[in-house]
């Protein structure tokens, strides 16, 4: 009989630390300020030190906090947008809410992430499609699964055509490149505080962060109404605040943060040593990255097998993603890609699957999902 393996654990974190959320929501509920308090103040200077910028602000979520980020850069309407298919569809639907035109790039199958060359087609491609289109403003690169994209490439491309770089940060919470945190090289960031990221809360949260005084001065405005006086809007504003509660129990979380950081890479190197002889692909990390694992991606073509085998043997798995964007139904046959289509992202849709990874895994618990996947590939070579 088997023991059930979650493919994620956001109570396990919770667990581990308790005592001292019990304590903080205990200090919270008796201050009597439950939005855009003391809490809320203390997380957003003590991540931006962590991430290592001057300003952090907090939203209610990972997607407004995209679309804030948008608005901060006054892109709109008028506006494109360059990003990838292959993530939450939350990264697009930002975009989207802004009134601006999403345009997509296909991914490095290495890295799962924007494809800096793919971004250089795009651009061409855009421009010679025709001059009455919505200007390209700006590019979101995705973080995803805790490898960051490359950043550095990104960037020059970013300079060369004057577009903004606004990082989709929501899974790679400590992540480096060159020794430079994920967060620290676009304009701005977007981060996700949802229960299972890296860094999660017990509810819904999320955080725009930046080294730019002006863009984090129309941050704020942004999040609450556009007001510089309470009821007064000096610019079009909206409705999305970290409330006290969950800040007080984020700032908890972020003392463990690198740490369990640590433990998911330690967790990976195990994957990494039990699976090195099943016929998959694992994970890959460039030269110059530190990996924080949000998942633990491997790629099969026989996918759906696999998943069904775990599952029969009680041990969670997942899909991030099963259909890229551009196909999914809202989406479909409406948005713009290269002329060289997003061949690798749709490959990659049809291969990726998650396996269990959170900080509270045993090496047992590890061994047991590698034995399992071991076994299923013995019998399916």
Known sequence: MYAPILQSSPLAGYLDSKVDIDAAITETLNSGWFILGQQTRSFEKEFADFIGTTDCVGVGNGTDALEIALRACDIGPADAVLTV????????????????????????????????????????????????????????????????????????????????????????????????????????????????????????????????????????????YGWRERYVSAVPGMNSRLDELQAAILRVKLRRLTADNDRRRALARQYDAQLADAPLGLPQTREGVAHVFHQYVIRTPRREALKEFLHRRGIGSLIHYPVPVHLQPAYRGRLFSSVRGLQETERTAREVLSLPMYPQLSDGQIHQVSAAVGEWAGTNR
């Not at 930002?94 to 924007?114: K, R, S």
């Not at 430079?180 to 676009?186: H, L, P, Q, V």
């Not at 809360?201 to 002006?214: K, R, W, Y």
Request: hydrophobic share 40%.
């Open 85 to 224: 298919s292959h993530t939450a569809v939350a990264t697009v639907a930002a975009i989207e809410l802004t009134g601006a035109m999403p345009v997509l790039v296909d991914i490095d199958p290495v890295t799962f992430t924007m494809d800096p060359e793919c971004l250089g087609r795009t651009i061409a491609d855009y421009h010679e499609a025709g001059r009455d289109r919505p200007r390209l403003r700006a590019i979101i690169p995705v973080n995803l699964y805790g490898h960051p994209a490359a950043l550095p490439s990104i960037l020059t491309i970013a300079k060369q055509h004057g577009l903004r770089v606004i990082e989709d940060c929501a899974q790679s919470h400590g992540a480096t490149v060159d020794g430079r945190t994920a967060g620290t090289w676009g304009d701005l960031a977007a981060f996700s505080f949802y229960p299972t990221k890296n860094l999660g809360a017990l509810g819904d949260g999320g955080a725009v962060v930046t080294s730019n005084a002006t863009l984090a001065s129309k941050l704020r405005l942004v999040r609450e």
